[in-house]
């Protein structure tokens, strides 16, 4: 069994199968649909992230220097593609110090030291070689540049989370001149989602944790991996706006409650009338306004009336200054208005237009009386005359002048009646302003007024009238607004504040009924979609747990989602005990627990969806008993079918189950010298298992020749396959290729020579050019791969001893 396949196709965009399920649903009305997709849209434009193109990451190598356990630079060699590797050695050894280190240079922590003491954390240095730690993590990626690599360097002064923390990739080349800078800053924002959705390690430390931890924790870690954080944004945005309908409502309907407590006992007739519209259900909102004294707009309310006492007029001195103006200058030209005076003006008028003629027209014969010639002589005379009669008119004229100014600066003063002292039949006792508007109307008449003996005296006693009547009025207003104030004013703007929440709630009654039924629906999609989506998880987990379990009496059964957001969230996990139903966490022991947080990490780890191929697990063995650990070599190993698992155990069970059952792994083993010096060497791999059972076969003295013989060959065979198919993932992976594609390659080779001409001719291989493709090499090349091949069918002639000899030489010369 494989552990999610890779999917010919990804599935439909939520968004588009919530779509259809709205469509085909008779009992969803327009509006529903509306909002439920509109929330799904929001959802998008809030919560859009850039996307992640990193993807098919496979691990290359970890070097590591100065970081717990390692002193000098030590490297994790790993062969990048899918496959198990175990990487071994006893405690202390610093094999853990490896998996702590890819953890912090990709996530920039580290999961086994959360919640530790300080102790845990100040001891990241090795004691020996600490100066300056380093930490390198080569990753292989799909795509045209491959091959990077992720380090986090620290200075001798460096706290932990001070490292210098980059991205390093190949450097640019002729062919390809744009390429990346060599490195760059580590872009962790773009990493750490797809860290928490899809985090490939695993520590000792968490799996208990998995289990045992926060239940919303794991809910929520599920839930987004289901892939239906998009339903959980739109849900909460429906719910977040519903939320704000519902409390405007409830806050409406508690402050129309309050009102009709605060104006119940009043004997104001307006709160009486006012407090029976507001005892039903569903108040007159319009009544209420029109009812409510003070009104917003209401001529006669306090704003009117307030507007009624800002009204000003202009000073006493202002008024007093024009109408003395007026006198004066109208007495001096009572005074200068002589018979001779005006005789004069009027010469000076005839002669000022004669002379501007003879100006224009030039010398011409007098128009008066015919007789005479108007020319130059007669102009140089008619100036000096006409300076004299100006020099005896001149006070005449200046009066006049300034008489006309101050009956303009006069009618400039007076305004029209104000549109606050109209009429209304709902004015206040208090408030007559009829005699202010008389008292207006006299002194507006001003502004039209010419001059006449006695104008001065008219604005004097107008304007003095008019003060009278206004200050009367304003008095008698400052009344009205004190008594309102005291009874009713205090009422009016809660009233006007509760009257514009609730025209807010009605205007939205219908949004949220429609609020409400789009957020039952959606809850309701939630729950089928994450049931359908949450079982290939749940069959997986329930797989790995019946393979983890051997001779466990805890059965795994159904695992449930339970909770939306905003509510309580948890996982359950139904177990039974000898076949009755059980609390899984009460009966477990601590093996059975950590395989059952084994059974919940592996789905989530190697969902297809994940941009990482790898999964690393750091001692799972421990608390295992002993039939537990077949079981975890079997999952281990179905896994590693199409994910690059690495496993770090100090517990030989591990590695002696995967040998025993034959299981294709390489061993890694980590020895650790003095002054933290850490070795690493190849102690099995698959290509050295085969070999290794090769020889035992030749060996085996009770064997029939024939049986031997065959089995002898077979092992070869396999042994050149095995190495052949790891050249494969290595190449072509390292070219860039998806590994997806790698992988069809992979299961096209469906014979040993197809596998060699993959591995060595490229992915447009021909088989029947591969024999002269070897020969141009070594012509012994041919004829070793000839008896690899037919071997285990016919005779070849040689000795098993030889056929093995060569299959080494023939795999040291495929996988250099």
Wanted: proline share 5%.
């Amino acid at each position: 069994m494989r552990v999610n396949p890779t999917p010919t196709e990804l599935p439909p965009r939520l968004s588009e199968v919530v779509a259809r399920r709205l469509a085909e649903d008779p009992a969803v009305t327009r509006d529903v649909v509306d909002a439920v997709l509109g929330a799904l849209r929001d959802g998008d434009s809030r919560h859009g992230s850039s996307e992640f193109d990193v993807n098919g990451i496979f691990l290359s190598a970890i070097r590591v220097r100065g970081f717990r356990g390692i002193g000098p630079e030590a490297t994790l060699e790993l062969a990048p593609g899918p496959g198990l590797t175990l990487v071994v050695g006893r405690n202390g050894s610093g094999k853990s110090s490896f998996a702590e280190a890819a953890e912090m240079a990709l996530t920039g922590g580290n999961r086994r030291w959360d919640g530790r003491s300080a102790a845990w954390r100040e001891g990241w240095r090795n004691l020996h070689d600490g100066a300056t730690p380093r930490i390198e993590l080569d990753l292989l990626t799909e795509g045209e540049r491959p091959a990077f690599t992720v380090s986090k360097e620290w200075t001798p002064e460096a706290g932990l989370g001070e490292a210098h923390w980059t991205e390093r990739h190949p450097s640019s080349t002729a062919e390809s001149p744009d390429s990346e800078p060599l490195s760059a800053p580590f872009d962790s924002d773009r990493w750490t989602s797809v860290l928490d959705l899809y985090r490939p390690f695993l520590s000792y430390s968490e799996l208990g944790a998995l289990v045992d931890g926060k239940p919303s924790d794991l809910f929520d870690a599920l839930h987004q991996l289901l892939g239906l954080d998009e339903l959980t944004v739109a849900q909460e945005s429906l719910r977040t706006r519903r939320l704000e309908l519902d409390r405007a409502l409830r806050n409406s309907r508690q402050e129309q409650a309050n009102l009709v407590a605060a104006m119940e006992h009043l004997a104001d007739e307006r709160a009486v009338a006012v407090t029976e519209l507001l005892r039903k259900p569903t108040p007159d909102l319009k009544a209420i306004g029109r009812r409510v004294f003070g009104a917003i707009g209401d001529p006669i309310g306090p704003e009117g009336l307030r507007a009624i006492v800002r009204l000003a007029l202009p000073s006493p001195a202002e008024v007093a200054e024009v109408a003395d103006r007026i006198d004066s200058s109208g007495a001096a030209v009572a005074r200068g208005s002589t018979v001779d005076a005006e005789t004069d003006l009027r010469v000076l008028d005839v002669l000022r237009k004669a002379r501007d003629h003879v100006e224009l027209a030039g010398a011409c014969a007098c128009p008066v009386c015919g007789h005479g010639i108007l020319d130059e002589e007669w102009a140089r005379a008619t100036d000096i005359t006409i300076a004299a009669l100006s020099t005896r008119v001149g006070a005449l004229t200046d009066a006049r002048a300034e008489l006309a100014d101050a009956v303009r600066a006069a009618r400039a003063l007076p305004e029209q009646v104000p549109r606050e002292l109209d009429f209304h039949p709902r004015t206040p006792p208090t408030v007559d302003t009829g005699a202010v508007r008389r008292a207006w109307s006299e002194w507006a008449a001003l502004s039209e007024a010419d001059y006449e003996p006695g104008l001065g005296e008219r604005l004097r006693c107008a304007h003095t009238r008019l003060v009278d009547q206004l200050e009367l009025l304003q008095q008698g207003t400052r009344k009205e607004l004190d008594r309102l104030d005291e009874v009713w004013a205090p009422l009016v703007p809660r009233i006007v504040g509760w009257l514009e929440t609730a025209r807010e709630v009605a205007l939205h009654a219908v949004e949220l009924r429609t609020l409400r039924r789009a957020e039952d629906w959606l809850k309701s999609a939630t729950a089928g979609l994450r049931g359908e989506r949450m079982t290939p998880l749940e069959t997986t987990a329930r797989w790995v747990w019946r393979t983890l379990r051997q001779q466990s009496n805890v059965e795994l059964g159904a695992i449930r989602l339970q909770g939306n957001a905003g509510t309580a969230r948890r996982v359950l996990l139904d177990v039974t005990v000898d076949e009755v139903d059980g609390a899984a966490l009460g009966v477990m022991s601590q093996g059975e627990l950590h395989a059952l947080g084994l059974s919940l990490f592996l789905p989530r780890a190697t969902v297809p969806e994940s941009p990482f191929r790898f999964v690393m697990i750091d001692d799972p063995v421990q608390a295992m008993d002993p039939a537990k650990v077949d079981g975890l070599a079997m999952v281990l190993a179905t896994v590693a079918w199409n994910r690059q698992v690495v496993v770090f155990t100090h517990d030989e069970r591990l590695a002696e189950a995967v040998r025993r059952m034959q299981l294709d792994a390489t061993v890694l083993e980590v020895q650790r010298r003095e002054r933290s010096v850490v070795e690493v060497r190849v102690s099995g791999d698959p290509v050295r298992r085969y070999l290794d059972d090769a020889r035992s076969l030749a060996r085996t003295p009770q064997l029939p020749q024939a049986i031997a013989d065959e089995l002898v060959a077979t092992c070869c065979r396999s042994a050149v396959e095995a190495a052949a198919q790891a050249r494969v993932r290595r190449d072509l992976l390292a070219a860039g290729m998806d590994y997806r594609e790698v992988e069809r390659y992979v299961e096209r080779a469906h014979t040993t020579r197809a596998m060699v001409a993959l591995a060595v001719m490229g992915v447009n291989y021909n088989v029947d050019d591969l024999n002269a493709f070897l020969a141009r090499d070594a012509r012994w090349l041919v004829n070793a791969l000839r008896d690899v091949t037919a071997a285990a069918h016919v005779p070849i002639g040689r000795s098993m001893r030889e056929l093995i000899s060569d299959t080494e030489r023939f795999i040291t010369w495929l996988t250099r």
